[in-house]
C-alpha cells in the first residue's frame, strides 16, 4: 500500500521526524569498472596512498645490523601512525662503537611514545620519565649506562590514545631486531602493551590476563616463531605514567625492580 502525498504533508512528516518511502524513481545501479580502467579516470575514484607493510618484510628486517635498523625505524611508514609523527623513537642508551649495537645488561621496554617523546624523539622524557630514572638510580642504574630503553610502538598515538592490534603487529618486528642485537641479560616491561608483546610466544592468552597477575614472578622472553630455548628473563610491571596516577602502586614496582635485580644477579 503506497501513499499519494503532496509536497506539503511530506514537509510536516519530515519535521516529525517520519520517513516515507515511495518507490518513485527505479534504483540507479552504478556499473563495475572495467578490470583495465584508463589511466585518465577521475582522480576521486583514485585509491588513496597506502602505507608500506611492515609485515611483509619482516625477514628482512631480521637482518638489519644496528645502524640500518635505526635508519628503517627514522623512514617507516608501515603504519598511519607515521603521518602525525614529529619524530620516530627508537630508544635510549649508551651509544655502540662503529654502529654496533651497545653492550647492556638490561632493556626497559614501554608501550608508545607520548607529546614529549614525540617532539624530542627520545623515549620516557616527561614526569613519567623522571620517575623511570629515578626507579633506575635506585637500583644504580643510569639511562647512558648498562641499560637501553625503547618502546614497542616507535610513534606516537593520537592524543596517547592506546596502540592498536594492528600498529603492535607493524611495529613489533622492530623491537624483536633490537633485543635479538642487544642480547639484554634482563627485560624490565612495563604496562600491559609491553609486556603482552614480549610474553606472546612464552604465556598463553597473555593479552587476557591483568598485568597484576603477572607481575611478581619471572617471565621468558623467546622471539616469535622460535620454539624451546632458555630465552630471556623478564620481570613485568607497572608503566611509571600509571604509578604517577595510582601513587600507592609504587611499592608494588619497587619489589618488581628487587625481583629484577636478584634475578639478573642468580643468573650472573
Request: charged fraction near 20%.
Amino acid at each position: 500500500m503506497s501513499l499519494d502525498l503532496d509536497e506539503r504533508q511530506r514537509a510536516m512528516l519530515a519535521e516529525m521526524g517520519v520517513r516515507v518511502w515511495a518507490p518513485e524513481r527505479p534504483a540507479v545501479v552504478m556499473p563495475v569498472a572495467p578490470p583495465t580502467a584508463p589511466a585518465t579516470a577521475p582522480e576521486r575514484f583514485a585509491p588513496p596512498p597506502q602505507p608500506v607493510a611492515l609485515v611483509s618484510r619482516v625477514g628482512a628486517v631480521g637482518d638489519l645490523n644496528w645502524a640500518d635498523l635505526q635508519d628503517t625505524v627514522k623512514g617507516c611508514r608501515a603504519c598511519g601512525l607515521c603521518e602525525g609523527r614529529q619524530h620516530t623513537v627508537f630508544g635510549a642508551g649508551p651509544t655502540g662503537a662503529n654502529g654496533q649495537p651497545p653492550r647492556v645488561d638490561w632493556l626497559v621496554v614501554g608501550e608508545a611514545p607520548g607529546e614529549q617523546e614525540d617532539l624530542r624523539g627520545e623515549p620516557f622524557v616527561g614526569q613519567a620519565g623522571k620517575l623511570l630514572d629515578n626507579m633506575l638510580l635506585a637500583i644504580g642504574l643510569k639511562r647512558t649506562e648498562s641499560v637501553f630503553i625503547a618502546n614497542v610502538i616507535k610513534c606516537r598515538p593520537p592524543h596517547n590514545r592506546n596502540p592498536e592490534s594492528a600498529e603492535i603487529a607493524q611495529c613489533s618486528p622492530l623491537l624483536h631486531r633490537q633485543i635479538a642485537l642487544l642480547q639484554p641479560k634482563i627485560i624490565l616491561g612495563l604496562g600491559r602493551f609491553s609486556v603482552n608483546t614480549l610474553l606472546a610466544a612464552t604465556v598463553p592468552d597473555v593479552e587476557k590476563m591483568p598485568l597484576g597477575r603477572l607481575r611478581g614472578q619471572v617471565h621468558r622472553y623467546l622471539p616469535p616463531g622460535e620454539v624451546g630455548g632458555a630465552g630471556i628473563p623478564v620481570v613485568a610491571s607497572y608503566h611509571p605514567a600509571y604509578l604517577l596516577r595510582n601513587l600507592p602502586e609504587k611499592a608494588k614496582s619497587w619489589a618488581d625492580l628487587v625481583l629484577a635485580v636478584q634475578t639478573l644477579k642468580d643468573s650472573s
